[in-house]
């Protein structure tokens, strides 16, 4: 199971409703990649079918549907997501218990 805050969602769907035409909602995943081995991805999904053929769970929250796959889900487990805006700047935070180590760069990471 995984988790946003309001604030995330809240900038998420602020993007969305941007876009020319709308996607049909986000999707989270993990890639492999990065100094520490994964790195997380944040896209809009496009077609919105992929979870008919049984790949992906969607979550729903507060109307923004949330695609993850499944290979996904398992390092996802547990994780919040949150939108911060700091002095140094802005962004989405995963809060991922699942997390052995992370990279200097803070972008990715090692279960």
Do not use: H, W
């Amino acid at each position: 199971m995984i988790s946003l805050t309001s604030g995330a969602v809240s900038k998420v769907k602020e993007i969305l409703n941007q876009q020319d035409p709308m996607p049909s909602g986000l999707r989270i995943g993990v890639v492999g990649g990065g100094c520490s081995g994964f790195s997380y991805s944040m896209t809009f999904e496009k077609t919105g079918n992929a979870d008919e053929l049984g790949m992906d769970k969607v979550f729903n929250f507060d109307g923004l549907r949330v695609y993850v796959d499944q290979a996904s889900l398992l390092y996802l487990d547990n994780t919040e997501i949150d939108y911060v805006e700091t002095l140094e700047g802005s962004g989405f935070k995963f809060n991922n218990p699942n997390v052995k180590n992370t990279c200097g760069c803070g972008s990715s990471f090692s279960v």
